[in-house]
């Protein structure tokens, strides 16, 4: 059974910083590419930040050089560094592993909650 258990959301203050884990179990992690996504009511879901099996990433634009993507495969889990937190980074945070052509795993979802 595939589980993916995300933790560390909460409320924090503009400018402030939490790290978020994604804790996988039942699949392969030390070879799948894994993602960071969110959603803000009333707003698609979108593409925070992805690291591949090689430890290369990526990341959207809106937090390029505020959040840093990691992983530990001795750990099975997968982090997000969230620093400079802004207002508009409130959403809630979803992990995800990737299956090639197939539809992705996804987490239970995190809240993160950006106090102006």
């Known amino acids: 059974q595939v589980q993916l258990v995300e933790s560390g959301g909460g409320l924090v203050q503009a400018g402030g910083s939490l790290r978020l884990s994604c804790a996988a179990s039942?699949?392969?992690?030390?070879?799948?590419?894994m993602g960071w996504y969110r959603q803000a009511p009333g707003k698609q879901r979108e593409l925070v930040a992805r690291?591949?099996?090689?430890?290369?990433?990526n990341y959207a634009d809106s937090v390029k050089g505020r959040f840093t993507i990691s992983r530990d495969n001795a750990k099975n889990t997968v982090y997000l560094q969230m620093n400079s937190l802004k207002p508009e980074d409130t959403a809630v945070y979803y992990c995800?592993?990737?299956?090639?052509?197939?539809?992705?795993?996804w987490g239970q979802g995190t809240q993160v909650t950006v106090s102006s």
């Open positions: 690291i591949k099996s090689d430890g290369s990433t």
């Open positions: 995800n592993a990737e299956r090639g052509p197939f539809p992705p795993y």
């Open positions: 039942g699949i392969r992690f030390s070879i799948s590419h």
